[in-house]
Structure formats: C-alpha cells, structure tokens
C-alpha cells in the first residue's frame, strides 16, 4: 500500500514562507512525476507546481517567482519551498505523485495540509 505523508503547513503573515513536504512510501516500484496543488475556500483545485522525475518543472502563473518545487528521489519527497506569502496562498495544499508499484501506475494523493496566510 502506498501512502503519501504531508507536513509543513500552518499560520504565516503576509511576506512570510513555509516549506511543504510530502514522503511517499509503502511498495513503490518508482516515481514519475510529482506535485503539489491546492484549493482554497469556495475555488476549485489548482496545479500549483510539478516536477518530473528529471527534474524539470513547471509552475503556475500566480506562483512563479515565489514558489520552488523540488524533489529528493532517494527519499521519495517532494519539496515545495514557499516565499513572499500573500493571503490569497490561503488554501489547503495536497501533494500528488504519479507511482508506480507492483501491480499498477496511478496518481495518489496526500491527506492536505493547511496553509493560511494572514495580512
């Protein structure tokens, strides 16, 4: 069984940053590519930012410049390292990552971790 394990989020003031985590583990054959989305109240879910299993990566207009997604294969994580927080970051962030295992390849998703930004 694979599971996906968020932590990092929290209260921050306008300015501030967070750092987003997510481990993935279980029986994981590999790991394609990974990232993180969020929805805030009343919007839907939103990419935020991916990374591929080579490293590139791509990035949603409201973020770009701010945010850095990033990836550590030896420890199945996806990073996603947030700076210059602006109230409208407040959302719930969920991780994703496209997994291989023994019997399948499908997305999984982590539980959400939350992240509210005060101004």
């Known amino acids: 069984q694979v599971q996906l394990v968020e932590s990092g989020g929290g209260l921050v003031q306008a300015g501030g940053s967070l750092r987003l985590s997510c481990a993935a583990s279980?029986?994981?054959?590999?790991?394609?590519?990974m990232g993180w989305y969020r929805r805030a109240p009343g919007k839907q879910r939103e990419l935020v930012a991916g990374?591929?299993?080579?490293?590139?990566?791509n990035y949603a207009d409201s973020v770009k410049g701010r945010f850095i997604i990033s990836r550590d294969n030896a420890k199945n994580t996806v990073y996603l390292q947030m700076n210059s927080l602006e109230p409208e970051d407040t959302a719930v962030y969920y991780c994703?990552?496209?997994?291989?295992?023994?019997?399948?390849?499908?997305?999984?998703w982590g539980q959400g971790t939350q992240v509210t930004v005060s101004s």
């Open positions: 990374i591929t299993s080579g490293g590139s990566t």
């Open positions: 279980g029986s994981i054959f590999s790991i394609n590519a």
């Open positions: 994703n990552a496209d997994i291989r295992t023994v019997a399948a390849r499908r997305p999984y």
